[in-house]
């Protein structure tokens, strides 16, 4: 009967495996961004403190920057929260 049930739902755990595992790239890909920020925004500072751009074009790179930032936390905490969940 075990091997009649594995055979049965076999599809649906194929599906259930693809999706776990395209939500997980996808998850990987907001992390490498968000990543990707930080250091736009450290070289920013440094660009900064080395007198290569002004105050006021700081002051609007920084705030882009900090806006996307914002955009992708949203989606960095749910992953943090399902990971915490598994384990």
């Known amino acids: 009967m075990v091997i009649i049930d ?6 649906a755990r194929s599906l259930a495996f693809i999706f776990r595992e395209i939500y997980n790239a996808a998850q990987q ?3 490498n961004e968000a990543e990707s ?3 736009e925004l450290g070289e920013l500072y440094m660009m900064l403190e080395t007198g290569r751009i002004t105050e006021e074009e700081f ?3 920084e705030e882009d920057l900090l806006q996307l930032l914002d955009e992708l936390a949203p989606a960095s905490t749910d992953a943090a929260e399902e990971s915490e969940g598994a384990n």
């Open 59 to 61: 002051d609007a790179k």
């Open 6 to 11: 594995d055979i049965l739902l076999f599809p």
């Open 37 to 39: 920020i930080r250091i």
């Open 29 to 31: 890909e907001v992390a």
